[in-house]
């Protein structure tokens, strides 16, 4: 099984994450809606929408939003939230979903780079443009892998939910790795986190067979100007 289906359906994920900051979120969502300036009743997907947070905010925003998300347990929870606006399913992102359907598709929080081969995620994003009506924006928001490989931690604790995490970091053959540690009730676990250390480059190289431009290039959630050395985060806006 890959290891973002077994982390992502596994109860611990959510009590490690739980204090995610939801603060940061939405000013980061207001930020580029502010940039975007979607008419009322624009169709966007969240991709890879986890539990749901950002469309439920952009859902709220006046917005038509479809999240989907690998997790069955995420989209479970999800369900509550549903309404004639707002919908949820399960599926792979590596596989089709909709054609021609969506004003924006948005990718937001390193919700990208999980999988073993280049193909699949040039396959992932190729069914992202599929999914976009012609002018429509897809935003990926992933993190600069030059900073974080700059920045890295080679090891923390985090206590949650009473459990306390170890967390191991490390760059290793074009992976960044977060090894997470822990008891619980007696029993030992390790789940691992892997992410590919993508480029801006790699990127280009994925969008540019696919009929999308890439416009804009920020660098954090302010949406400053990307600093390959010192923006902590790789935000691309691009347009079919």
């Not at 986890?50 to 995420?74: A, C, F, M, P, W």
């Not at 606006?85 to 924006?104: A, C, E, I």
Request: net charge neutral; glycine share 6%; hydrophobic share 40%.
């Amino acid at each position: 099984m890959p290891w973002f289906k077994s982390w992502f359906d596994s109860p611990y994920y959510h009590i490690l994450y739980h204090k995610r900051d939801e603060a940061e979120a939405e000013i980061f969502l207001d930020n580029l809606l502010e940039f975007l300036k979607p008419k009322n009743g624009s169709f966007m997907l969240d991709l890879g929408c986890g539990k749901g947070r950002h469309s439920v905010y952009l859902n709220e925003k006046g917005y038509n939003v479809t999240g989907i998300d690998l997790s069955e347990q995420s989209i479970q929870h999800c369900l509550q939230f549903e309404n004639s606006t707002l919908s949820f399913y399960v599926h792979d992102m590596r596989k089709l979903f909709r054609v021609n359907d969506f004003d924006f598709v948005l990718n937001l929080f390193t919700s990208f780079g999980y999988f073993e081969k280049d193909t699949e995620n040039f396959n992932a994003l190729k069914n992202a443009c599929l999914a976009l009506k012609k002018g429509g924006s897809l935003v990926i928001d992933f993190f600069n892998s030059d900073y974080v490989k700059k920045h890295l931690i080679a090891e923390n604790t985090i206590v949650a939910g009473g459990i306390k995490f170890t967390i191991r970091k490390k760059f290793e053959n074009g992976f960044i790795f977060k090894d997470i540690y822990f008891t619980d009730k007696g029993k030992d676990f390790h789940f691992t986190e892997k992410v590919a250390a993508l480029t801006t480059a790699d990127f280009k190289r994925y969008l540019a067979p696919l009929n999308i431009n890439i416009k804009y290039l920020f660098g954090d959630y302010d949406l400053h100007e990307f600093d390959a050395l010192n923006s902590p985060r790789c935000i691309i806006v691009a347009v079919k």
